[in-house]
């Protein structure tokens, strides 16, 4: 069975574009999650899906943005990039039966290296 | 958020057994104690998880406190693809809440 699968694995966006990173779930995963990682703050976590609904949000700006498909896919946007924006992006996802999911492993890709220059 | 207290980073030698030590001394009565490790250039993997009594599975074994105030994650024989970020996490039973990653602990092995 394929992991999870994140696209691209580099990118490289000036400050003041914006970026859409795309995830894809291991099959019949319904949850996904996403991750920021910085050498600095370590992973924060940025939000959550499942059945296409926002389940929950971190404490990031307005500027992060995600959605999810019918398909389980996810895509997350960030807008007006800052310099402060390069990291690791992480796409997780689980297999829970219903929401809430309770004490679900995480299937995590190898993510999304962004960098803003 | 229920908080974990690793060592930054912990060395061990080829095959010899590593115990990666975790406190949690604010765990509830519904935590439940998670492992993941992170190998470089990878998203965090996960190692093994647990409640109150000792799990085992084909990569590490988790040795929980009687009290469940601290952990200890176990690589039987580390190799020198065990080199990793070791994340121990809490996780609530009670659903609708992420998984939230400390700093970790960097395990070296040295061949």
């Known amino acids: 069975k394929a992991g999870v699968t994140q696209t691209p694995r580099y990118l490289i966006k000036t400050r003041g574009q914006q970026v859409t990173l795309s995830c894809s779930p291991i099959?019949?995963?319904?949850?996904v999650s996403w991750y920021q990682q910085t050498p600095g703050q370590g992973l924060q976590f940025l939000f959550e899906y499942f059945s296409e609904t926002q389940r929950n949000k971190g404490n990031f700006p307005g500027r992060f943005s995600g959605r999810q498909f019918s398909n389980s896919r996810s895509e997350m946007n960030v807008s007006t990039l800052e310099l402060g924006d390069s990291a690791l992006y992480l796409c997780?996802?689980?297999?829970?039966?219903?929401?809430?999911?309770?004490?679900?492993?995480?299937?995590f890709g190898s993510g999304t290296q962004l960098s803003v220059l | 958020d229920a908080k974990t207290t690793q060592p930054n980073s912990m060395e061990s030698n080829e095959e010899e057994p590593v115990h990666l030590p975790c406190n949690h001394s604010t765990i509830s009565g519904t935590d439940y104690i998670h492992w993941y490790r992170q190998l470089p250039s990878q998203g965090p993997e996960y190692v093994i998880h647990?409640?109150?009594s000792n799990v085992n599975n084909r990569m590490a074994s988790l040795a929980i406190a009687e009290d469940r105030k601290s952990s200890t994650l176990i690589l039987h024989r580390a190799t020198l693809r065990d080199a990793a970020v070791y994340y121990c996490?809490?996780?609530?039973?009670?659903?609708?809440?992420?998984?939230?990653f400390g700093k970790g602990t960097r395990l070296s092995v040295i061949a």
């Open positions: 647990g409640l109150t």
């Open positions: 997780a996802s689980s297999l829970p039966d219903a929401w809430p999911a309770t004490n679900e492993k995480l299937f």
């Open positions: 996490i809490l996780n609530k039973d009670s659903g609708n809440t992420p998984l939230v």
């Open positions: 099959s019949g995963h319904r949850s």
